[in-house]
């Protein structure tokens, strides 16, 4: 099983800027097999993914609502993911969760394929306030 340890988060104003980390333990395989991301979960909302890495860091994935704002970026050497988040927004409000699985072949499923066959951390809050 993979460990995963996130760091960041926080309290901010809208327009504000976080950084989110995650450093993964514990791989099978070669880091660069996994792709890395995060999803985030609002009380009484589905969760739903934010941005992930395709083929192991080769592009990336982002959620509609984020996109243009939020940057992520994989560095396999380190096993480690971070999230650039910037002109943040109040709907950004949420628990951020690092998650890690071996590259699905579909891309659209990563959250999916987490969820089934991946890990995922213990979550950082990220609050936005307007």
């Known amino acids: 099983q993979v460990q995963l340890v996130e760091s960041g988060g926080g309290s901010v104003q809208t327009g504000g800027s976080l950084r989110l980390s995650c450093a993964a333990s514990g791989y099978t395989y070669s880091s660069s097999l996994y792709c890395m991301g995060w999803f985030r979960q609002a009380p009484g909302k589905e969760r739903e993914a934010v941005a992930n890495t395709v083929r192991g860091g080769g592009s990336t994935y982002y959620a509609d609502p984020v996109k243009g704002r939020f940057t992520v970026s994989q560095d396999n050497a380190k096993n480690t993911v971070a999230l650039e988040m910037n002109s943040l927004k109040p709907e950004d409000t949420a628990m951020y969760y690092c998650?890690?699985?071996?590259?699905?072949?579909?891309?659209?499923?990563?959250?999916?394929?987490?969820?089934?066959?991946?890990?995922r951390g213990q979550g950082t809050q990220v609050t936005v306030s307007s």
């Open positions: 998650a890690t699985v071996i590259c699905p072949l579909d891309a659209g499923h990563w959250l999916r394929y987490v969820f089934e066959y991946g890990d």
